[in-house]
T-cell receptor, first 115, second 110 residues
Framework: EAQVTQNPRYLITVTGKKLTVTCSQNMNHEYMSWYRQDPGLGLRQIYYSMNVEVTDKGDVPEGYKVSRKEKRNFPLILESPSPNQTSLYFC??????????????FGPGTRLLVL | KNEVEQSPQNLTAQEGEFITINCSYS?????LHWLQQHPGGGIVSLFM???GKKKHGRLIATINIQEKHSSLHITASHPRDSAVYICAVETNFGNEKLTFGTGTRLTIIP
């Protein structure tokens, strides 16, 4: 089954404790992206990757890191989480065409609470 | 002012009604996406448009590039259509970056 998986689905942590949210897709997609969703602000793009070893900042990259060492995986790293990073996080992937993306497949979301 | 504005923010309708959700944007775009977020939180891509009109089942999406406007229509609405509908635009050609509207919460009453 074609899917994007994220782990963990729920996480409670404390300020400053490094964490990684994993994202994996089994569709051989070139494009992967991370978003956060906050009430009243909607979805905002954190980072995206157009292929292995190619990543770029979205609208809200501060406090986050990503890496794309393999095509299927795109982990999101919070080196020193802070309470303002409490949010619902989504990973997504799609084929990358020269003119843009086709259908995006979203992961189930990771709900993060930073105390 | 947000680059992507959706209206209405909330919409309640009776089952069977024809639904229209609007999306306006203020920048040049290479494509526009419509997404559906279910009450449980999962997100599904509905359409990607760069011109004209697309149809999938009871859903129709249109875009007018000159007017910087897109609409999502639902015919013969059903309670299972209740969800948040989100518009997103690719604002930089070849850059593949997405900017989102804040969504329209649709509730269909049986």
């Amino acid at each position: 089954e074609a899917q994007v998986t994220q782990n963990p689905r729920y996480l409670i942590t404390v300020t400053g404790k490094k964490l990684t949210v994993t994202c994996s897709q089994n569709m051989n997609h070139e494009y992967m992206s991370w978003y956060r969703q906050d009430p009243g602000l909607g979805l905002r793009q954190i980072y995206y990757s157009m292929n292995v070893e190619v990543t770029d900042k979205g609208d809200v990259p501060e406090g986050y890191k990503v890496s794309r060492k393999e095509k299927r995986n795109f982990p999101l790293i919070l080196e020193s989480p802070s309470p303002n990073q409490t949010s619902l996080y989504f990973c997504a992937s799609s084929l990358s065409l020269t003119s843009g993306r086709e259908t995006q497949y979203f992961g189930p979301g990771t709900r993060l609470l930073v105390l | 002012k947000n680059e992507v504005e959706q209206s209405p923010q909330n919409l309640t309708a009776q089952e069977g009604e024809f639904i229209t959700i609007n999306c306006s944007y203020s920048v040049g775009i290479s494509a526009l996406h419509w997404l559906q977020q279910h009450p449980g939180g999962g997100i599904v891509s509905l359409f990607m448009l760069s011109s004209g009109k697309k149809k999938h089942g009871r859903l129709i999406a249109t875009i007018n590039i000159q007017e910087k406007h897109s609409s999502l229509h639902i015919t013969a609405s059903h309670p299972r259509d209740s969800a948040v509908y989100i518009c997103a635009v690719e604002t930089n050609f070849g850059n593949e970056k997405l900017t989102f509207g804040t969504g329209t919460r649709l509730t269909i009453i049986p």
